[in-house]
């Protein structure tokens, strides 16, 4: 039985995938995070660098709910001390020869665009591809403040994939004027998408999209709008229990030189990105998935998305 009866496959494809924001997580601090059926620890060393680490071997507590030594996670039950790097026992009390078996699980870690990220694989196999950063460059002043959001979603992480080609439900549930033309391709473990877009009664008119996935968990998109709105946008879908999702954005506008119109501008996407949401999450936790569904000539290239998608299985 898979982990969720709504899908054919496992809830938990391989890919990497983000667990927080960097600025989540300050120096010396630990925080338990909700991703794969478990509860992780995500701390920061003294050295500034982000680590991941599973529950204590000992028995079996929580590491999240320990304390941050140098750049080791000390055991909150008996004080067992870790390498959060390598997994490695660095300490026990009362003990001055640490068994060679005493090793916590840990998570390859790469941290960009504010995000900190873990590769996983229910195997433990090596990750089979890199991730690259968001191509604007988001470090560069010219970005402003950034927004957040954060949805915990009963869906399986593949929908949000499917969900980027359906442009045939896009005038239905997100009010565009009409059905907006796509450019779809994917290579290895990308997936790309490009299309332009116009909504009603909105001032933003025409807005191209570019849109980039690296695997189910890491999408890139970049849009720009009237009257000389760029923004660049972060998405982050983890699967997190065995029926749902976390779905996270961080979305940044670039900087105007009129005093205080990028405030304005802020407030009216960070309301289209919340409406947007708000109309797909009742239909993505009440759908069934059907792996052989009554195609339509109309219908996007869902089906190419799911090729893709076997990979990750």
């Not at 003294?46 to 304390?67: E, F, I, T, W, Y």
């Not at 995000?115 to 988001?138: C, Q």
């Not at 849009?223 to 029926?243: F, N």
Request: net charge positive; glycine share 6%; aromatic share 12%.
């Amino acid at each position: 039985m898979h982990e969720n009866p709504r899908y054919p496959f496992t809830q938990y494809p391989k890919g990497w995938y983000a667990l927080a924001f960097s600025d989540e997580i300050r120096h010396g601090e630990v925080k338990g995070v909700e991703a794969f059926g478990q509860i992780l620890a995500v701390y920061r060393g003294k050295d500034g660098s982000a680590r991941v680490v599973n529950k204590c071997p000992h028995l079996g507590a929580a590491l999240s709910l320990g304390k941050v030594i140098d750049n080791d996670i000390q055991c909150r039950f008996h004080g067992w001390q870790f390498d959060g790097s390598s997994g490695r026992c660095t300490k026990i009390p009362g003990l001055t020869v640490i068994p060679q078996k005493a090793k916590c699980d840990t998570y390859r870690v790469v941290e960009q665009d504010n995000h900190i990220y873990v590769w996983f694989a229910r195997d433990n196999s090596e990750p089979s591809f890199e991730l690259t950063p968001h191509p604007s460059g988001l470090n560069d002043p010219k970005w402003g403040k950034r927004l957040k959001f954060s949805w915990r979603i009963r869906m399986h992480p593949q929908e949000v994939a499917e969900n980027l080609v359906d442009t045939e439900h896009f005038p239905i549930v997100h009010n565009y004027s009409k059905k907006p033309p796509l450019q779809f391709s994917h290579k290895d473990h990308w997936l790309l998408a490009e299309m332009d877009s116009r909504r009603h009664g909105r001032f933003s008119g025409p807005t191209p999209t570019k849109i980039t996935y690296q695997g189910f968990g890491c999408t890139h998109a970049s849009v720009k709008a009237r009257p000389g709105v760029h923004m660049a946008v972060v998405l982050s879908t983890t699967p997190v229990a065995d029926e749902y999702t976390r779905i996270t954005i961080q979305a940044q506008v670039e900087k105007y030189r009129v005093p205080g119109l990028e405030a304005i501008v802020r407030q009216f996407v960070y309301k289209e990105i919340a409406e947007d949401f708000a109309n797909d999450i009742p239909i993505w936790e009440s759908k069934d998935y059907i792996e052989s569904p009554l195609w339509s000539k109309v219908d996007g290239p869902i089906w190419k998305v799911r090729q893709w998608a076997t990979q990750f299985y």
